[in-house]
């Protein structure tokens, strides 16, 4: 099992690795938050202490951290709305590119970064790539307020459009709500399986309450996979 843990990560960092050679002198980059996106700051910031000129907007407090303790210079949207690249991970990736994103709680702000770019590459192992979506529970950040209801609106909703299940509350190992940097909760919708994803993501959309979901659709242009044989690229359709 050990082993098995280690060539992911190994996986992980090649794709990272690859996703390195996006990055130009003068960028603006959008930094992803999860275990995939940690190796890639730790990569850029090799570069930037070799010398590489880039401005980063991390998607988490977890994620601005690592960047400065790494050296990488970082800056916030207000400040730097538009950017270049964003390098991000994804739980799941579809063969048109669409992702299930959100499973280290960052989406809602994710989602705010990678709109604010010319361009988004996912990095993954292998593992992440799926023929349908929905195995991987859907994350959606939601308000606290009227937290039941709009969980009940969420099952209702995903039911209707073929992908019925439960969305229980993320809960922190003290089984307190896990809460968001931006101050939400967060549901994961055990679904199964997603055949229309556009239409389970307009349906969410539509629910107050629900501040986003993690469901990214045309976000990314660009996957990198690392797998046993070494790494892919693929292009969105």
């Known amino acids: 099992m050990l082993k098995r843990e280690m060539d992911v990560e190994a996986q992980k960092r090649a794709a990272a690795a690859k996703a390195l050679e996006f990055v130009r002198p003068g960028m603006r980059l959008g930094l992803g938050t999860g275990s995939t996106a940690k190796h890639f700051i730790e990569l850029l910031s090799e570069k930037v202490r070799g010398g590489l000129d880039i401005l980063a907007v991390p998607t ?41 994103k959100g499973g280290g709680g960052a989406l809602l702000r994710e989602k705010i970064v990678a709109s604010a770019s010319t361009l988004m590459v996912v990095i993954a192992d292998e593992s992440k790539w799926v023929s349908l979506l929905g195995r991987f ?94 790494v892919r690229v693929i292009e969105r359709p």
């Open 60 to 100: 988490s407090e977890a994620t601005r951290a690592q960047a400065m303790a790494s050296g990488i210079p970082v800056t916030s949207l207000d400040t730097t709305p538009e950017l270049d690249l964003t390098v991000d991970g994804a739980d799941e990736i579809a063969p048109d590119l669409t992702l299930i």
């Open 137 to 230: 529970p859907l994350p959606i950040e939601i308000a606290p307020f009227g937290a039941g209801s709009t969980r009940r609106l969420i099952e209702t909703v995903a039911a209707v459009v073929g992908s019925p299940g439960q969305a229980p509350l993320r809960k922190r190992p003290d089984g307190q709500a896990f809460v968001t940097d931006g101050g939400h909760w967060i549901v994961d919708a055990h679904l199964q399986r997603i055949p229309d994803p556009r239409r389970l993501a307009a349906q969410l959309s539509a629910i107050p309450g629900v501040m986003e979901h993690g469901l990214f659709i045309d976000v990314a242009q660009t996957a990198i996979l690392g797998g046993p044989d070494g």
